[in-house]
């Protein structure tokens, strides 16, 4: 009995092993709802047109986690859906240092990042971030959790506690509820509207297009007849 156990327990060891380094997104808890995170289940006002909006992401091209090599992430294709539907102006969290194209390279440097509370440098200033009244912000998810880099976004604009915030990004299971809570807790006061997650690996099908401008009609960034 004690053999068969000490097996089954190896067994089972070695399972969460190849899980866990297979997609670095997935959480120990059951997956959320794709639409998540904290919000404040309010809409935009109705005199908002597309220049109080800014779309902020960062991703990540290369090798993604059952996606393949690609020249645009994830997230940034997510971004391009909202961008194509409001005609907001964009912005691109580039790090100083570019990340491993490799995917397995990645993780090391991410779980690095992760357990050092680093605080990876971003190579473009954001400029003009005071006309803007509505904010959406993106990233992938990387072991249950935004990028350390958001957090260097976050420290380096404190006035984004003054806007609207809309949380967005893609993942591998887990939902992007932690995207929300964490700016909930760098900005405890700001308005969040409902955020959107969508696996990073149907990114690029029509439906999930489809269910971006859904998403934007629902918090009413674009009009139901757009």
């Not at 904290?38 to 902020?56: A, K, Q, R």
């Not at 439906?207 to 934007?216: A, E, G, I, N, Y």
């Amino acid at each position: 009995m004690n053999r068969f156990f000490m097996i089954g327990c190896l067994l089972g060891l070695l399972s969460f092993g190849a899980c866990s380094g297979d997609d670095p997104q997935l959480e120990d808890t059951p997956p959320s709802e794709e639409n998540n995170g904290g919000n404040d289940n309010g809409t935009v006002s109705p005199d908002v047109t597309n220049e109080d909006i800014l779309i902020v992401y960062f991703s990540r091209a290369g090798e993604n986690w059952e996606v393949g090599y690609v020249d645009r992430g994830n997230t940034a294709v997510m971004a391009d859906y909202i961008q194509e539907y409001t005609g907001a102006a964009t912005f691109e969290i580039v790090p100083e240092v570019p990340y491993p194209t490799d995917y397995a390279t990645m993780l090391q440097v991410s779980q690095q990042e992760r357990d050092t509370d680093a605080r990876p440098a971003i190579k473009n200033p954001l400029e003009n971030l005071e006309q803007y009244s509505i904010v959406f912000i993106g990233s992938p998810i990387w072991y249950g959790g935004p990028p350390m880099i958001m957090q260097t976004f976050y420290e380096t604009y404190p006035a984004l506690a003054e806007k609207t915030i809309v949380p967005f990004g893609t993942h591998g299971g887990s939902g992007i509820g932690s995207c929300a809570s964490l700016i909930r807790e760098y900005f405890p006061d700001a308005t969040l509207l409902e955020s959107l997650g969508i696996p990073g690996n149907r990114i690029r099908d029509n439906q999930s297009r489809s269910q971006v401008q859904t998403w934007l009609q629902r918090i009413g960034v674009i009009k139901t007849d757009s």
